[in-house]
């Protein structure tokens, strides 16, 4: 048998075991699994030096291999990651359990009683990268929906998602559910990635969560439904009616922040009747973080020493750096138009006082998160207060924008009658 065939048959096997956990999982009792996630949150609390040592074998091994910067903050298990981790774990743990929830109920003529039950998804695979903190907030949050989860990380945490994959065992084996509803894939070889996109007989949907290459890698392999995300490109809209102050904070935030995050903004896009009062307020504040503009002709002039002219690649550009297009448009109109063009579905951001500009900018602007007056970086699991997240779904079906618990759940149809037959 060759190395090929080997991963398959390991792969096999455990698409076997998680099928088989997946039906514990989805008839165990709120109480129990939130006893399972509480246990683990004690774990990461606890054995923190096992995690950080683990941790350090994958960052001294990336440094090596010359890993840029935005991934070796991704990949690093700081104390407040893990902490993180932790609190995850409790705020899911604390949230209602949608399964078994009847969501709506309605009466036929005929007197039988129809309703809609959420149930588990069944099997969850994810595919990502880079961020090891992934297994734990992907794990818990597939244990509270009762789905099993099958986690295979990127080779550059592989100690990081073993070392904690031991603990989400240690805390399911101390509460009485199978080892096999959380299992992490403990081969780097790319092959297993192949073999489980086509194990739709076990898995139920797949998730991959990384770089524009490995979702379409994914989503182009895989014989069962994908959640995905492309990239994100994400904007803010300073309007004509915008507080200028207040709209120079959220856009320092949106791409200053984090730069390296999906959330982070990628482009401003300022309308002509400010961009005068505004632009040199962005060039001094984020140009002085060493924030580089691509500029459009209008704005290049008012954006200093660190703006360059934008070339036609700019626009949806996802640049994972202190890099920001900006473009001065004469409309919300024309600003709704660039979105629409450029946009990834992810996030999108208006800066106005102006109710009804920003009632329209809500319903108009096509992504999973639209805000007003507030960052981009609150597209995110946690801070919308679904304790964690799975990852950003920006395909509609079935889930829009983070993926919480819920999402993570579907809906059966459930009839209650006193003895009806149909005529």
């Known amino acids: 048998m060759d190395a090929a065939h080997d991963i398959a048959a390991q792969m096999e096997a455990i698409g076997r075991r998680a099928t088989a956990a997946a039906r514990v999982l989805a008839a165990a009792s709120p109480a129990l699994k939130n006893r399972a996630l509480l246990q683990l949150a004690q774990l ?42 932790a609190k995850a ?51 818990v949050l597939c244990l509270k929906a009762g789905n099993a989860v099958i986690l295979r990380g990127g080779s550059e945490a592989i100690h990081s998602n073993l070392a904690l994959a031991a603990l989400l065992h240690e805390a399911l084996d101390t509460v009485g559910l199978p080892a096999d509803c959380a299992q992490v894939v ?73 730069p390296g995050v999906c959330n982070a903004l990628e482009a401003t896009l300022v309308h002509a009747d400010v961009a005068e009062a505004f632009l ?39 640049f994972h750096a202190l890099i920001m297009a900006v473009k001065v448009v004469d409309s919300m109109d024309a600003a709704l138009d660039h979105i629409a063009a450029y946009g990834s579905n992810h996030t999108e951001v208006i800066c106005s006082r102006d109710h009804d500009t920003v009632m329209r900018f809500l319903r108009e602007a096509d992504a999973s998160m639209v805000a007003a007056n507030a960052s981009s970086r609150f597209n995110d699991g946690g801070e919308l207060g679904l ?37």
């Open 44 to 85: 990461l609390r606890t054995r923190g030096d096992v995690i950080a040592q683990a941790n350090r074998k994958d960052l001294v091994a990336a440094d090596a291999a010359g890993m840029d910067a935005p991934r070796m903050d991704r990949l690093r298990l700081t104390d407040g990651v893990v902490e993180a981790m």
């Open 89 to 139: 774990c409790e705020d899911v743990a604390a949230q209602s359990d949608p399964v078994g929830a009847i969501e709506t109920m309605w009466k036929r003529p005929n007197g039988i009683m129809v309703g809609k039950m959420r149930i588990p998804l069944g099997v969850v695979a994810m595919i990502f990268e880079s961020r090891p903190n992934v297994t734990v907030d992907s794990a």
């Open 186 to 258: 403990a081969t780097t070889d790319r092959a297993a990635v192949t073999a489980l996109c086509k194990m739709d007989q076990y898995i139920d949907v797949m998730i991959p969560r990384g770089g524009e290459g490995l979702v379409r890698a994914v989503t182009q392999a895989a014989t069962m439904p994908v959640l995905k995300h492309y990239q994100g490109v994400c904007h803010c809209y300073v309007d004509k009616a915008a507080d200028l102050e207040q709209a120079l904070a959220i856009v320092y935030n949106g791409k200053c922040q984090r």
């Open 280 to 318: 040199p307020m962005l060039a001094k504040k984020l140009g002085g973080m060493g924030v580089e503009f691509r500029a459009c002709p209008r704005a290049l002039p008012l954006l200093g020493a660190t703006a360059v002219p934008a070339q036609p690649a700019d626009w949806g550009q996802e």
């Open 387 to 423: 304790g964690a997240e799975i990852g950003i779904s920006t395909s509609k079906l079935h889930a829009y924008g983070p993926m919480g618990a819920t999402e993570l759940t579907s809906t059966k149809f459930v009839v209650l009658g006193q003895g009806q037959t149909r005529g």
